[in-house]
C-alpha cells in the first residue's frame, strides 16, 4: 500500500507536492491558533473549561513523549530509506518512522480542542487525517506509522489532559480571584 500511495503521489502535480510537505507543518499552526482562541472564548467561561482549554497543549505534548519513547523501543526504519523515490527527503538515519510524530500531534490536538469546544470536530478532525495522511503521501512514513500515531495522539491526548483538569482548574479559580481583587 505505501508504494502505491507514493508512486502515485508522483504523478501529482508539483503544487500538489508542495502543499502535502508544508500543509502538514502547516496544519500545526492552524491547531496552534485554534488553541488560542479557545482559551480566549473560555476565558470567561466557568473555571473548568479554562482548565480544559489550558491542560489541551499539555496533553498533546504527554502524547508527543510517550510516542517518542516508542520510537525508541521499536526503532523502524523509514520507508524511504529503501531507495524509493518519494516528495520528501527521508529524515535522518536516527529518525525512526513508528509511530508517527505528526499524527499523534494532529490527531491529539483535533481530541483535546474538540473536548474544549466540540463544535470545531466537523473542522479538526478532517484537518488531522489530511495532516497524517501527507506522511505517507510524501514518502516519510509507512500507513501504519501513521495508524498508530493518530490512535495514539486521539487517545493519550485527551486523557491526559482531563486527568490534568482536576489540577489546574482550582489553580484557574486562584488565578481568577487574585485578578478580581487586584482589579
Given at each position: 500500500m505505501y508504494r502505491d500511495i507514493v508512486d502515485f503521489a508522483l504523478t501529482t502535480?508539483?503544487?500538489?507536492?508542495?502543499?502535502?510537505?508544508?500543509?502538514?507543518?502547516?496544519?500545526?499552526?492552524?491547531?496552534?491558533?485554534?488553541?488560542?482562541?479557545?482559551?480566549?472564548?473560555?476565558?470567561?467561561?466557568?473555571?473548568?473549561?479554562?482548565?480544559?482549554?489550558?491542560?489541551?497543549?499539555?496533553?498533546?505534548?504527554?502524547?508527543?513523549?510517550?510516542?517518542?519513547?516508542?520510537?525508541?523501543?521499536?526503532?523502524?526504519?523509514?520507508?524511504?530509506?529503501?531507495?524509493?523515490?518519494?516528495?520528501?527527503?527521508?529524515?535522518?538515519?536516527?529518525?525512526?518512522?513508528?509511530?508517527?510524530?505528526?499524527?499523534?500531534?494532529?490527531?491529539?490536538?483535533?481530541?483535546?480542542?474538540?473536548?474544549?469546544?466540540?463544535?470545531l470536530g466537523w473542522v479538526v478532525v478532517p484537518l488531522a487525517v489530511v495532516m497524517a495522511f501527507s506522511r505517507v503521501f510524501v514518502g516519510v512514513h509507512y500507513p501504519h506509522d501513521v495508524i498508530a500515531g493518530f490512535v495514539l495522539g486521539l487517545a493519550l491526548a485527551p486523557l491526559l489532559a482531563l486527568l490534568m483538569v482536576g489540577a489546574v482548574t482550582p489553580v484557574v479559580r486562584l488565578a481568577r480571584a487574585r485578578l478580581s481583587a487586584v482589579g
Open positions: 502535480p508539483a503544487w500538489l507536492h508542495t502543499l502535502a510537505e508544508v500543509g502538514t507543518d502547516a496544519g500545526l499552526f492552524i491547531f496552534a491558533a485554534l488553541f488560542v482562541v479557545c482559551w480566549w472564548r473560555a476565558r470567561h467561561a466557568p473555571a473548568r473549561d479554562l482548565a480544559i482549554a489550558i491542560a489541551g497543549p499539555a496533553g498533546i505534548v504527554g502524547a508527543y513523549v510517550i510516542s517518542e519513547v516508542l520510537k525508541l523501543l521499536v526503532r523502524e526504519d523509514r520507508p524511504c530509506r529503501g531507495g524509493v523515490v518519494t516528495i520528501a527527503a527521508c529524515p535522518p538515519a536516527a529518525d525512526w518512522s513508528f509511530p508517527s510524530n505528526h499524527s499523534v500531534i494532529a490527531a491529539g490536538a483535533a481530541g483535546t480542542l474538540m473536548l474544549a469546544w466540540r463544535a
